[in-house]
């Protein structure tokens, strides 16, 4: 049997659990993650790692192994498309791990579902001219994946400039006339 991707739906907040349990399974999985930004207390702003796709994993395996994945704890199902379940293809799983592995922000764009559709993967450059030079920066990227009816963007993180910490200055007079014995007696 041919093993394929596919989309399994977990329990909310499961996923590191489900990928934990199936690995212990020896079953092929993934699960990508991003940055976000949360608001505590609504005012405090923390950055946590979180599910690129709240409530799924994806799984690697054949058909046949569909009704053994269910009995796993906290899996509720397998996403089917037209009473069939829905394969996930390699190009998108590839374009997934790149992103992930690539960029730490991640947006996720709901789109239609489309199973004739081709997936694409575009960068996006900012070409500028002067003086007759040439340059090209890079953006980030933009995948399409129309199996799972989203369209996913990272952009390119700017780096700020690096502080360089301050140090400190001790005046060494008075640090010598607090530890010195000869300044206690007016030496």
């Known amino acids: ?46 950055t946590i790692h979180q599910p690129l796709f709240k409530c799924y994993v994806f799984v690697n395996i054949t058909e046949d192994q569909i009704q053994n994945i269910k009995q796993t704890p906290y899996i509720l199902n397998v996403i089917y498309w037209k009473s069939k379940p829905a394969i996930i293809s390699r190009e998108e799983i ?14 996720v764009e709901k789109t239609a579902v489309g199973t004739m559709e081709k997936f694409h993967f575009k960068e996006r450059n900012i ?7 040439f340059s090209i920066k890079h953006k980030g990227h933009v995948a399409t994946l129309p199996s799972l009816g989203y369209k996913l963007s990272a952009q390119r993180e700017r780096t700020s400039p690096k502080v360089l910490p301050q140090k400190e200055t001790v005046r060494t007079d008075s640090f010598l006339k607090k530890f010195n014995p000869l300044f206690l007696f007016g030496f």
């Open 127 to 133: 070409t500028t001219q002067h003086n007759n030079v």
């Open 1 to 46: 049997m041919q093993r394929n991707w596919y989309l399994i739906c977990t329990k909310k907040q499961k996923e590191k659990r489900v990928t934990e349990l199936l690995t212990k399974k020896g079953i092929e999985n993934y699960c990508p993650f991003t940055m976000c930004e949360n608001k505590i207390g609504g005012t405090k702003e923390v």
């Open 94 to 107: 590839g374009a997934l791990k790149t992103m992930t592995e690539n960029y730490q922000r991640i947006t």
